[in-house]
């Protein structure tokens, strides 16, 4: 049998690492490689019927970090500092039959063409009838945008896991995060919104508190 005891206890020590961390050491920069692994860890994340309903922008232009840093009240210290600062984008409107269902069926899962009209129904059965995602747009959007903070928890692990600091970002308006992406040519408004967002980097200095969690009694139930 492996003996995974080293992986367990790194798991751990990363999971303790992490914390949200509101101002980075401006001075340290994320190596290319290391940077590289913690986009993987997003390209690689599993998505509901395997959509990828996902854009990560990579916002390293001061200008644009000061712009949007305008309209994110929970980003003031680490717009400026992150050494990394990750925009992720959400889908609108990814239904099987639209032009990007159509492309993630035939180009990236490779489903033959006798086998797309019989896949785009069950999609769309499991989409529209299981979740009720056509209710709204809004309903589609925040489905995609929740497979996002799947890529988004693996990507702050990942980090932590190598030794790197970041911060999950939620404080922004949101229609003001998109006016200023699309204004600078950023943003296709049909097919995409801002979902959530991440900061990397290396901490300026140690957290102000000790990690505050309910214990597992309390947030777990076993049913047996
Ligand atoms: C989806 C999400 C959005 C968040 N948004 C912000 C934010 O805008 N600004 C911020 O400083 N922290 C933000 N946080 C960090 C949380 O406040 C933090 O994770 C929580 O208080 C627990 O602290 P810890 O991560 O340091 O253990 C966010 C966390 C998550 C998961």
Same mark, same amino acid.
Request: glycine residues 0%.
């Given at each position: 049998m492996i003996n995974h005891a080293t992986k367990k206890q790194e798991l751990m020590d990363a999971f303790n690492f992490r914390h949200a961390t509101k101002?980075?050491?401006? $001075?340290k920069k994320i190596s290319e490689e290391d940077f590289h692994i913690i986009l993987e860890a997003g390209r690689l994340s599993p998505s509901s019927i395997g959509y990828e309903p996902w854009k990560f922008l990579v916002v390293q232009n001061r200008e644009i970090r000061e712009k949007l840093r305008e309209v994110s009240s929970g980003a003031q210290g680490q717009f400026p500092t992150a050494s990394h600062f990750v925009i992720i984008l959400a889908r609108k409107? $990814?239904?099987?039959?639209s032009d990007y269902g159509q492309h993630i069926l035939k180009n990236v899962k490779k489903v033959p063409d006798d086998k797309m009209e019989q896949m785009v129904k069950a999609y769309q059965h499991f989409q529209g009838?299981?979740?009720?995602?056509?209710?709204s747009e809004r309903a589609l959007f925040d489905w995609a945008s929740k497979q996002t903070y799947i890529a988004l928890g693996n990507m702050l692990t990942a980090a932590a896991l190598i030794g790197i600091d970041s911060c999950p970002i939620e404080g922004f308006h949101m229609e003001k995060v998109n006016e200023v992406l699309e204004n600078e040519g950023l943003l296709d408004r049909e097919n995409f919104s801002v979902s959530v967002m991440a900061a990397f980097g290396y901490r $300026?200095?140690?957290?102000?508190?000790e990690k505050s969690r309910q214990s597992q009694d309390e947030v777990v139930q076993w049913v047996d």
């Open positions: 101002t980075f050491d401006p $001075a409107n $990814a239904t099987p039959e009838v299981n979740l009720n995602l056509y209710e $300026a200095e140690e957290p102000h508190r």
